[in-house]
């Protein structure tokens, strides 16, 4: 009996350690943030589900952000009447534009600002307001608050916001970043299929040693994109535009485009243009975004007036000549679409899907108002990112490496395991 008692012992001490291992396993871990090296901002995506319907405007205002690149980061045509004020349906998810800033030595955004309300408390602020993408804790320690029970209404509280640079690249191509709050029904495998990378990618950016996520980690997402060569002194230096989608640029006067055959950034006059600094190329008759071919017996000779910047209030444009092999196609546009006013039950609870081929194509605009139609072939998937694998800055935390539900049953098991041994001996 004493023999059997010793055994009861020893199986209930391996038991306890390895119990207490497991609940180890239930802490969730933080992911890498990548380090500040310098004081250089990038372009980042924010994804944000809409908590209640809301005005563009509205949306931008709490994100400190142009209401019209929000619209052009989505692919929302511009062109309709009074389209800032269109009020965006609840549930509906978009990408907001930021400037990724370098604060504390780690990648974050901290330009944003909600002023409180009489219902607010830091839970409802972080969790439906901001959809996730900042958590109470942070709110509490980004703005010294002693008591987060008691929040003076008017306050301005400060909001950091997750996001990534890796130097707007990802396998030394441009890329952009989007910080993407996972959702009960998403898999790392579905996000990476539903925005045109792999496993692989997504982990390594992430610093992921498993690819279990669960709702409410935040990850990075790399997004292929159109990169500019703006000189520094431009005042949009460094932009940067995804595959599928615009940007708004010169005080609204100028719209980018990047897509869908290649990763080539085109520039154009934008619909909203109205006082603007000429956009005509020196001595031609082209104007920004024209392009003229004439075959011959040694190729074709293409002359083009691009965008090279916006500087002083000026639009620097420039004409360039080059002898092809043949003829380029026409300029294809990623397809824009009409402001959203409803959104579909299945489209509520995943993530904003990629630009999908339909297989047609438009020529070259003629007039200042980007083509409403267009195709777009699929993205080219990115193979794993080359350099650091550090990852993002998760606002409730980063990427959890571990299921904690998958713990449960092993201690429970042996939770029976060692009352049934220790019944016996008795």
Known sequence: MGK????????????????????????????????????DSCNALLGYTLYTDLKVSEVGSLFNVDPVSILTANAIDISYPDVENHILPSQLFVKIPISCSCVDGIRKSVSTHYKTRPSDTLSSIASQIYSGLVSADQLREANAIQDPDVLDVGVSLIVPLPCTCFNGTDNLLPAVYLSYVVRDVDTLAGIAATYRTTLTDLMNVNAMGSPAIKAEDIIAVPLPACASKFPRYA??????????????????????????????LYCMPASLAVSCSSMQCRNS????????????????????????????????????TSLQPRCPGPQQFPPLLAPPSSVSRDKMFAPAPAPQSDGAGTTIPKTSV????????????????????????????????????????TAFTLYLFVKFMMSISL
Do not use: R
């Open 4 to 39: 059997l008692k010793d055994s009861s012992s020893i199986v209930w001490s391996w038991s306890l350690l390895l119990m207490i291992s497991n609940v180890g396993l239930l802490v969730k871990a933080k992911s890498t943030i990548e380090p500040c090296a310098n004081s």
């Open 235 to 264: 005042s949009d230096n460094g932009m940067i535009v995804p595959n599928g989608s615009y940007a708004i640029t010169a005080s609204h006067c100028v719209q980018c485009s990047c897509g869908p055959g290649n990763l080539n």
């Open 285 to 320: 008759n082209l104007m920004l975004g024209n392009v003229t071919m004439q075959q011959s017996s040694a190729g074709c000779n293409v002359t083009t007036c691009s965008y090279g910047g916006f500087v002083n209030g000026t639009i620097i444009t420039s004409l360039s």
């Open 370 to 409: 980007v083509p409403s139609t267009g195709s777009l072939p699929g993205l080219s998937p990115a193979s794993g990112p080359s350099g650091s694998a550090s990852g993002a800055s998760g606002a409730s935390g980063a990427s959890s490496l571990v299921n904690s539900l998958a713990t449960f049953p």
